[in-house]
């Protein structure tokens, strides 16, 4: 018997065909997707400073700077003017004029144009340098919380668990009803604690997106150790007076306002030469009565009245601004080195009362108390106050170790370098 093939047969299998490619591209796309969205702290730290919307504008004000200073003209452009009078003879009278200015005015300008370019970059490396620790901060944060959930879901795991085998106990009549309610409460716990870590885990998501300039939805998971890149110390050629110095020749907030005073300083020159009257030079061709006449022109203002007391007075009080500015950063940071400085030494004490055994034999208490209770040599309140004390423990040294990697970004801010590369 021979089996006939419809269309209909044909269009089944067709269709078959193409919901399986698109089933297999879509599983593809999912797994490009899940590896795209596991970051570490380098790439994090390079796509913010490469696709961060506030860098974007910075670098695009730095391209209208350029411009300005290419759009400055070496002359002006020269001015013509033309007479025409009817009359019993036609006269016409034609003039050629270009002004020159003196006091070298276009190179102050030009100055003024370069200066404002370096203001512009050093607005990039000022937010950068807050970038890059605003990215440290968020991701560490991040690896927090995704250990605190990660650790909270074992802990919903054995809850759950303790609820079944107390649920048995209290069927058999081995415990009381309160014991086995007991039981019920600390896996209800856990669950909210879990809760709340998820919608931690989110936020913290949502943060570390915003600073990379990526899709804010994007599902990111921090791959890194917070145990990992911890100093043990300060550098003992980091001193407190080593770090000032440090701060003070590479935080792009001083170099700015330094650049001010250089600002203020052409303005006060280009000031001072605007006081000097630029020149006027012209041709002038003139016909009249069927003759024709040659000439030179020669014009200068007079600063009589105007001698441009306003702006150069407006440029030295300016001045005075800029050396209490200048002062006074150079005073904040220093105190924001100290402030940083301290918080750092402070973590790393802290730290230190985590190292040693005492996890790991923590660790290994809850598991025995565990084992025992499964096997009904350990009271339930035993595991629970175990467990209590353990979640306790564990979750204060996560949060040094968050702390420890927040205060050594904003030491690193500080002073505008990171501490690995050496005083």
């Not at 050093?122 to 440290?136: G, I, P």
């Not at 423990?393 to 370098?417: N, S």
Request: charged share 25%; aromatic share 4%.
């Amino acid at each position: 018997m021979r089996t006939k093939t419809t269309f209909k047969h044909i269009f089944m299998i067709v269709g078959i065909g193409i919901c399986l490619s698109v089933l297999s591209i879509t599983q593809i796309l999912s797994a490009f997707s899940n590896e795209e969205s596991k970051i570490s702290l380098e790439i994090a730290t390079e796509t913010a400073l490469r696709e961060n919307p506030e860098l974007k504008a910075i670098r695009e004000k730095a391209k209208v700077a350029r411009a300005r200073i290419d759009g400055i003209a070496f002359l002006g452009n020269p001015e013509l003017e033309t007479e025409l009078v009817a009359g019993t003879d036609l006269e016409q009278k034609l003039e050629l004029t270009k002004a020159f200015e003196l006091g070298g005015q276009r190179g102050h300008r030009k100055q003024i144009a370069k200066t404002l370019l370096e203001k512009v970059d050093a607005e990039l490396a000022e937010t950068s340098r807050s970038l890059k620790k605003s990215v440290k901060i968020a991701f560490y944060e991040l690896l927090l919380v995704q250990e605190k959930l990660k650790l909270t879901r074992e802990i919903v795991k054995h809850n759950q668990q303790m609820r079944d085998i107390a649920q048995v106990q209290f069927e058999t009549g081995d415990i009381s009803v309160t014991q086995a309610n007991l039981a019920n409460i600390q896996l209800q716990s856990a669950l909210r604690e879990a809760a709340t870590l998820e919608s931690e885990l989110q936020l913290s998501q949502l943060t570390l997106n915003g600073l990379m300039g990526t899709p804010l939805v994007t599902a990111r998971i921090a791959v890194g150790d917070l145990d990992k890149k911890v100093l043990s110390d300060v550098p003992q050629n980091w001193t407190l007076d080593a770090l000032k110095t440090q701060a003070l020749a590479h935080r792009a907030d001083l170099k700015s306002l330094q650049l001010n005073a250089q600002l203020t300083e052409s303005d006060l020159r280009l000031a001072k030469a605007a006081n000097i009257p630029d020149l006027g030079v012209g041709a002038i061709a003139e016909r009249s009565a069927g003759e024709n006449a040659f000439g030179v022109k020669f014009s200068i203002p007079l600063p009589f009245f105007d001698r441009n007391r306003a702006e150069i007075g407006a440029a030295k009080a300016q001045q005075q601004v800029n050396t209490v500015e200048i002062k006074n950063q150079k005073l904040q940071i220093e105190r924001e080195v100290m402030v940083a400085f301290i918080s750092l030494r402070t973590a790393q004490k802290t730290l230190k009362f985590y190292k040693g055994d005492s996890l790991k034999l923590l660790n290994e208490n809850l598991a025995l108390t565990r084992t025992a209770h499964e096997l009904g040599e350990a009271e339930l309140l035993e595991v629970i106050l175990m467990q209590n004390q353990f979640i306790k423990t564990r979750f204060a040294y996560l949060d040094a170790l968050r702390t420890y990697h927040k205060t050594l970004a904003e030491l690193e801010a500080a002073i505008g370098r990171s501490l690995e590369s050496g005083p």
